[in-house]
C-alpha cells in the first residue's frame, strides 16, 4: 500500500476565496483540528503578504505539534528571509516556493525569460535550504507550461535540493488523463526525480480538481495539496474528504492510503464552514447535507433490507451521527450532554462544556427535541467566541405588515448601558440600526443569510452576517429560535469581532 502525503491548504488557497477572513486564533483553532485529523502538512499561509498572515504563520508554528508546518513565498530573497523567521519555530518546517513556467505567465506576469525563471528558482530554493531541509518548488500553471521546460526546471530545482517538486493545474485547465500523462512524464523524464516527492495542486474550474488529482495519484504521484470542503480561489481546489474518501472507499483500485481518520472529516469540515461563514450545498459529496439521505421509497427500502444496496460508505465512517434522530431532552444532565460529545468525538475544554451546556438548557425550554444537529450548533456557536466586549442585554420589537417596524436594543459595552430606537422598513433591519447608532462604528452590512438547522416551527435559526469596517469583512454567527435575536447576536458577534481584531492591532 502507497502512502500519500496530504498537504492541506486551507489556511493559505483556501482563505483566498472570496469574502473569507479570518484570523489567527481562528486560523490556529484549525490548524489544530488539521492536525487532530491526521494531515500531514499545513500550508499556514503567506507569510510576506501580510502582517497578519506573518503572524498566523508565527503562532501556527509555534502552537501546531504533530505535524508539518508551510510557509509559501514566491522566489524572491526578502520573501524567503520573511516566511523562515515565521517558520523557524516550528516542529518541523518547510519553505514552499512558487515561480511560474508557463508562456503566457512568464511573459505578461513575471516579465521574464525561461532563462531568468530557471536562475530564480535554482538560487531560491539554494537560499532556502540554506534554513531548511525541507523545501517545496511549485511550478505555477504547470499543466500550461512547455513539459520540456517544466522537466528542466525540475530538475535543477532537484539538484538545488528541493524534497517536493509540486505541478500545480493553477487554473483548472488539464483534464485527468492528461494529468496523469504529465505526473508519467516528469517521472521518466527527470533524471534525479528520485530524489524528491511529487506533488499535484488542482484548482477547480471546469469542476475537474479531484478527478484530476486522483489520476495523478494512480500515476505515481506521492503527495495532493487540498482544502477542507474544496474552498479556494475562483472555483476552489480539490476537496480533501473527497479525495481521501474516494481512496478509502476505492483501496482496491488505488492501493494507496493516508494518515486521516476519516471519523474526524465531517467535524472539521463544519468547523472550516462555521469559521469560514461559507456554507456546504446540501448535494456535496461526502459532507453536503443530503450526503447520505434516501428519499425514494425503493432506495429507502433497499437500505433497510442491506444498507450497501444505496451506500458504499457509511455515515459513521466519516464521523457523522446527525442522520440520527432525537438524542437529549429538556431533562438531561450534564453528565449526558458531555458524554455524547465526547461519543462524537468533540473534546472540550471543561469552560468551554459549561458555557455550551447553559445555552442548550436555555434552548431546550424553548424546543421540545433536542437532535444532535442542534447539539452541534450549539457547541460550534460557542467555539466561535470573542471576548464579548458588547452584549444584548433586551430587546423590544414592533412590527406590522403596513407601518415601519421600530426596535429598541439595550446593550452592555463593559460598565455602560446603552439604549436606543429606530425605525426602518423591517424588524431586522430597525435592529441592526439602532445597534450601529449606539456602537458608534463606522460599519456596513455586507451580506445576510439565514437558515433553519433543523425542522419544524421551533427550529433553531442561524443567522450569518458579514459586516465590512474599514477595508476588512467580519464574520458574525448567531443562533436562537427567535430569528430576530440570532439576528442581532450574530451582528453584535461581528462587531465583538471588530473589537477583539483593534485590540489585537
Ligand atoms: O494554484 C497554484 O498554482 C498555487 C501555487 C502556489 C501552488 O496555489
Ligand atoms: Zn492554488
Not at 528541493?162 to 533524471?191: C, F, H, R, W
Not at 433591519?429 to 419544524?456: C, P, Q, V
Request: with cysteine; proline share 2%.
Amino acid at each position: 500500500m502507497r502512502k500519500i502525503t496530504i498537504f492541506d491548504t486551507t489556511l493559505r488557497d483556501g482563505e483566498q476565496t472570496p469574502g473569507v477572513n479570518l484570523n489567527t486564533r481562528e486560523k490556529v483553532d484549525l490548524a489544530k483540528e488539521l492536525a487532530a485529523t491526521g494531515v500531514d502538512i499545513i500550508e499556514a499561509g503567506f507569510p510576506s503578504a501580510s502582517s497578519g498572515d506573518f503572524e498566523a504563520v508565527l503562532a501556527i508554528a509555534k502552537e501546531v505539534q504533530g505535524v508539518k508546518t508551510a510557509g509559501l513565498c514566491r522566489a524572491v530573497t526578502s520573501d524567503i528571509q520573511r516566511a523562515w523567521e515565521a517558520l523557524r519555530h516550528a516542529e518541523s518546517p518547510l519553505i514552499h516556493i512558487v515561480i511560474a513556467t508557463s508562456e503566457r505567465h512568464m511573459l505578461y506576469k513575471l516579465r521574464m525569460s525561461e532563462e531568468e525563471v530557471l536562475r530564480a528558482a535554482v538560487e531560491s530554493v539554494k537560499l532556502a535550504k540554506y534554513y531548511c531541509d525541507d523545501i517545496e518548488f511549485s511550478a505555477e500553471d504547470a499543466t500550461r507550461s512547455d513539459p520540456q521546460f517544466l522537466c528542466r526546471v525540475l530538475e535543477k530545482v532537484i539538484a538545488a535540493g528541493a524534497t517536493t517538486v509540486n505541478i500545480p493545474d493553477t487554473v483548472g485547465y488539464v483534464m485527468p488523463s492528461e494529468y496523469a500523462d504529465l505526473v508519467s512524464l516528469v517521472k521518466n523524464q527527470v533524471p534525479n526525480i528520485d530524489k524528491a516527492k511529487i506533488s499535484v495542486h488542482c484548482h477547480d474550474d471546469l469542476g475537474m480538481a479531484v478527478a484530476n488529482s486522483l489520476a495523478a495519484i494512480k500515476a505515481g504521484a506521492d503527495q495532493v495539496e487540498t482544502t477542507v470542503n474544496g474552498i479556494g480561489e475562483r472555483a476552489g481546489n480539490a476537496a480533501m474528504e473527497e479525495i481521501v474518501m474516494a481512496l478509502h472507499t476505492r483501496e482496491d483500485y488505488y492501493q494507496a492510503e493516508t494518515n486521516i481518520n476519516t471519523r474526524k472529516i465531517y467535524r472539521l469540515s463544519r468547523m472550516v464552514s462555521k469559521y469560514t461563514g461559507l456554507e456546504i450545498a446540501p448535494g456535496k459529496a461526502i459532507v453536503g447535507d443530503n450526503a447520505f439521505r434516501h428519499q425514494s421509497g425503493i432506495h429507502q427500502h433497499g437500505v433497510l433490507a442491506d444498507r450497501e444496496t444505496y451506500e458504499i460508505m457509511s455515515a459513521e465512517s466519516i464521523g457523522r451521527y446527525d442522520v440520527n434522530p432525537l438524542v437529549l431532552g429538556k431533562l438531561s444532565g450534564h453528565h449526558a450532554f458531555k458524554e455524547l460529545l465526547v461519543e462524537n468525538g468533540i473534546h472540550l475544554d471543561d469552560q468551554t462544556v459549561e458555557r455550551a451546556f447553559k445555552k442548550f438548557k436555555i434552548i431546550a425550554d424553548r424546543k421540545k427535541e433536542i437532535t444532535l444537529k442542534d447539539i452541534m450548533a450549539i457547541v460550534e456557536d460557542r467555539m466561535r467566541d470573542v471576548p464579548p466586549t458588547v452584549e444584548l442585554v433586551n430587546y423590544q420589537i414592533l412590527s406590522c405588515n403596513n407601518v415601519s417596524s421600530t426596535a429598541t436594543v439595550m446593550l452592555k459595552r463593559g460598565e455602560e448601558t446603552l439604549q436606543k430606537a429606530a425605525i426602518a422598513g423591517g424588524p431586522v433591519d430597525a435592529a441592526f440600526k439602532s445597534i450601529t447608532e449606539m456602537i458608534g462604528l463606522d460599519i456596513s452590512l455586507e451580506s445576510y443569510n439565514i437558515k433553519a438547522i433543523t425542522e419544524g416551527a421551533d427550529a433553531l435559526g442561524e443567522v450569518t452576517v458579514r459586516v465590512k469596517y474599514h477595508d476588512n469583512v467580519f464574520l458574525g454567527k448567531g443562533i436562537s429560535t427567535d430569528v430576530i435575536k440570532s439576528s442581532m447576536l450574530a451582528y453584535i458577534n461581528a462587531i465583538n469581532r471588530i473589537y477583539a481584531e483593534e485590540m489585537f492591532a
